[in-house]
């Protein structure tokens, strides 16, 4: 293991979990005064994209994520190796990111800029998007979202994609791509990926700009660093450059 850096850093994590764990971090989160050095989390149950809207696939409460801002690595070791719920992500997988970009604005993570820096367009990249619902929309949000779910789910530029949820009003999703350029496609329809119905996710952002789903909407970009655990068998989830 490499030396922990002492620049702020974000992880995202998964791990099984049980429903007593999942639900007492959904409603008592881990916060600043909690936990030294941790500067925002939110804990969610997984989802599977594109399930059923009705299926257990939807709410998984034997599954756990988080998403997190450290003040450094070495808080994010102290948490792992120290706290009760940390030790249960320790059990999973997590990922150790440095920010790149933000698009829109969720107030927690608001602080953040526009941009601090670029990778390489064949790098790595991972995507969190965090949203808080308008509970009225949330029927449009479904109608529009199931598509690009899909699109998500099976492009063949990703290595991992899920979404995450805390109800009433909170939804995420976290991808892992081979490159920002595939990426990119995804995102606008453009590009050289062969994939059915590459316009998905465009179609739906223009849907979101003619009548937002949302009261708060981010996309943030990050720089994947180290990779730890293992996810429902799987290891070397970050593709190498």
């Known amino acids: 293991m490499s030396n922990p850096s002492e620049e702020t850093i974000f992880s995202f994590h998964l791990t099984k979990s049980s429903w007593i764990t999942t639900l007492q971090s959904l409603y008592n989160p881990p916060n600043?005064?909690?936990?030294p050095g941790l500067k925002n989390a939110e804990c969610m149950t997984v989802?599977?994209?594109?399930?059923?809207?009705?299926?257990?696939?939807r709410m998984q409460l034997n599954h756990l994520a988080m998403f997190a801002e450290w003040e450094n690595e070495v808080a994010?070791?102290?948490?792992v190796n120290n706290t009760k719920l940390g030790r249960v992500f320790s059990g999973g997988w997590h990922v150790r990111?440095?920010?790149?970009r933000r698009w829109g604005q969720v107030a927690e993570f608001s602080h953040l800029p526009e941009i601090i820096g670029n990778s390489e367009s064949e790098s790595p990249v991972v995507a969190v998007t965090l949203a808080r619902m308008r509970l009225l929309e949330v029927p449009r949000f479904i109608h529009w979202g199931k598509p690009v779910e899909k699109l998500v789910r099976d492009h063949p530029g990703k290595t991992l994609a899920l979404a995450a949820m805390r109800l009433p009003r909170t939804v995420s999703t976290f991808t892992i791509?081979?490159?920002?350029?595939?990426?990119?496609?995804?995102?606008?329809?453009?590009?050289?990926?062969?994939v059915d119905q590459p316009k998905r996710h465009a179609t739906a952002m223009k849907e979101r700009e003619r009548k937002d789903f949302h009261f708060?909407?981010?996309t943030l970009r990050f720089k994947p660093i180290a990779e730890y655990g293992s996810w429902q068998g799987e290891t070397n989830l970050i593709p190498k450059v």
Do not use: N
Request: glycine residues 6%; hydrophobic residues 45%.
């Open 97 to 100: 990111m440095t920010f790149l």
């Open 216 to 218: 708060e909407f981010t």
């Open 32 to 35: 600043e005064k909690s936990v």
């Open 47 to 57: 989802m599977t994209l594109g399930a059923a809207i009705l299926s257990p696939k």
């Open 177 to 194: 791509w081979k490159s920002q350029d595939i990426m990119r496609e995804m995102v606008t329809g453009t590009g050289h990926s062969k």
């Open 76 to 79: 994010l070791e102290m948490f």
